[in-house]
Structure formats: structure tokens, C-alpha cells
């Protein structure tokens, strides 16, 4: 089984994803990481000395080599469904959960992150709503291409990563 979590930076799906796994006892890939592993160099240091194509360029190669492993669970980038046919991709080799999140939470859940994110670094908060939304609206459409949607508000990472694995098992059992 391949399950891919989609979502805006700050969803949640690297925490619940890493924890959805470990109850399946599947292998966890975080895409950023894995990408930081493989390049030698952190996000924030090739958006800087390559640029945001380069990134992408590297993005969809690795997400083809992590789709390749069976009995994972794959959290991408915020953008990842995005370009380079990526969603695509995503849907003929894996099962697709969305993260989905509002902008005013995002943006909450951003500004007490310790993650640094090149896209987001430096804005204000209300800069940040405005980035949020305008990226939201652009990338929904990707999104919404997942085999499912969830929630995760009102719900702790071990209440998402259960409500995730009890939304793909009873799909596949009705199957």
C-alpha cells in the first residue's frame, strides 16, 4: 500500500503521516527531507542558490523514486501536487489523502512553526494570511484531485493519523 499526504505547508502531514505509519508499519517518507538527504542541501539553501525550478525539478524526481516503494507512507511538499504532472503521478501509483485546512488556521499553525519555510519567511502575519489565500485558491484544484479529504481541526495528530487509516481501510475492505 503507497498513501501520499497532500496539504498546505503546516497541515500536519509530516507529524500525522510518520504516525499514520507506524500504526501500519509502513516505511515513512517526508519528501523535504528525503529531497535535503539526497541533495545534500537544505530546501531553504537550493531555493536560494539554485532557485524554485530547480526545486521543483528535484521534487519530481524523488517523488517518482519514493512512489517505487511499496508499504509507505509519503508526506510531500505543500506544492508538490502542483507542478511537473506530480498529482498525476500521485494518483496512478497511490492512494491520495488531502489535509485540508482553512487560511486563517494555516496561518496560525504557521507563525508558531519552527520549521523554516523559504516561501513564507519574513511576512507579517497578515502578509502571510494574504500569501496563504492566494496559494490556497491556486493550488485547490490539485488538492481536490486526492482519492480523499480530511478535517484534521478539532482533531490531535493521533485522532488525524487513525481518522486517515480508518478512512482507507473501510475503502478497501468495501471494495
Known amino acids: 500500500m503507497k498513501i501520499v499526504l497532500i496539504g498546505y505547508m503546516g497541515s500536519g502531514k509530516s507529524t500525522s503521516g510518520d504516525l499514520l ?12 527531507t528525503y529531497i535535503t538527504k539526497k541533495y545534500n542541501q537544505s530546501i ?8 524554485e525550478e530547480k526545486f521543483r525539478e528535484l521534487e519530481n524526481t524523488y517523488l517518482k523514486e519514493v512512489l517505487k516503494k511499496n508499504d509507505v507512507v509519503i508526506a510531500v511538499g505543500g506544492g508538490t501536487p502542483c507542478f511537473n504532472n506530480n498529482m498525476m503521478l500521485i494518483k496512478q501509483q497511490a492512494i491520495s489523502v488531502y489535509i485540508k485546512m482553512d487560511a486563517k488556521s494555516l496561518t496560525k499553525r504557521l507563525l508558531l512553526s519552527k520549521t523554516p519555510r523559504p516561501l513564507i519567511k519574513g ?10 489565500q492566494t496559494n490556497l485558491n491556486k493550488r485547490e484544484p490539485y488538492y481536490q484531485q486526492a482519492t480523499y479529504t480530511i478535517d484534521p481541526e478539532q482533531k490531535s495528530v493521533d485522532q488525524l493519523a487513525e481518522a486517515i487509516k480508518n478512512l482507507i481501510k473501510n475503502d478497501l475492505i468495501r471494495r
Open 21 to 32: 505509519a507506524k500504526n501500519l508499519k509502513a516505511d515513512f517518507i517526508d519528501l523535504d
Open 44 to 51: 531553504s539553501e537550493i531555493f536560494e542558490n539554485e532557485g
Open 123 to 132: 511576512k507579517s502575519e497578515k502578509e502571510l494570511l494574504e500569501f496563504i
